[in-house]
């Protein structure tokens, strides 16, 4: 499985190369495409990264033009995160990348192939997130 996952990561990089788009920042780009102006801690906790780590990668993407910060109306201690047309546009590469990469990982699996494998990684993510490895 990680061996699958690299190689899906690695299409994916590929294909979104000329979008200034950096290994870690599709799913932040993903999560403001469909929620644009999320405050820096919400996308923090909704990408399970500390705020220190997502200060690094916003300073980043700010620098190559993919997304703009700003200080929220109500609250000036709360910076907002908006996309640019850029952002927007690097965003859609990544939903179109992910696409295309999950179009060529099917391709030859039966209909019933695919909703097996669904179950199995579902069984799979189930079994994880009810283990404590404390408890072993």
Not at 8 to 34: A, K, M, N
Not at 114 to 127: A, E, G, I, V, W
């Amino acid at each position: 499985m990680r061996h699958v996952l690299k190689n899906h990561r690695f299409h994916v990089d590929r294909l979104i190369r000329d979008y200034d788009v950096f290994p870690g920042q599709p799913p932040l780009l993903l999560r403001l495409s469909d929620n644009d102006g999320l405050s820096q801690r919400e996308l923090a906790d909704s990408k399970g990264v500390k705020p220190a780590t997502l200060t690094v990668m916003l300073q980043r993407m700010e620098k190559t033009g993919l997304l703009r910060r700003s200080a929220d109306e109500k609250d000036q201690r709360v910076s907002r995160v908006h996309l640019t047309d850029k952002g927007r546009r690097a965003a859609e590469a990544v939903r179109q990348a992910m696409d295309e990469v999950e179009t060529r990982c099917f391709e030859g699996f039966l209909p019933e192939e695919k909703l097996l494998l669904r179950r199995f990684l579902l069984h799979m993510q189930d079994n994880l997130a009810s283990w404590s490895p404390d408890e072993s």
